[in-house]
């Protein structure tokens, strides 16, 4: 792996003073690259039309986002991605869901 390659990342939240926060404190990391910035679902589906991100950080805390599906495209789309999802809320019912999904359960 090429020690001076940048990871590219897409940040996706409703909130987004919560977002330009997080890109903030992440912009100025040298083996971080922010690629694009979503406040939606059809934002982050954009985004990845475009990019094929090695990681999407993803705020878990909105109602707004449709997180089963978003995660199902992208795991469609741009399999290799990763997720971080923030989970700010206590929201058992959507991650068992999409613990389920990849289970295949």
Sequence with gaps: M?????????????SKI?????????????KLKIVAKAGS??????SFQKKKPEFL???NRSNQMDLVNLLDL???????TK?????GHNKIRVMTSISHK???K
């Design 2 to 14: 090429d020690n001076n390659k940048q990871v590219q990342m897409v940040l996706a939240s409703s």
């Design 18 to 30: 919560f977002m330009e926060g997080i890109y903030k404190v992440l912009e100025d990391k040298c």
């Design 41 to 46: 679902c059809e934002e982050v589906e954009n």
């Design 57 to 59: 950080l993803l705020d």
């Design 74 to 80: 992208i795991s469609r789309k741009s399999p290799t």
């Design 83 to 87: 997720v971080i999802l923030l989970n």
């Design 102 to 104: 990849k289970c295949g």
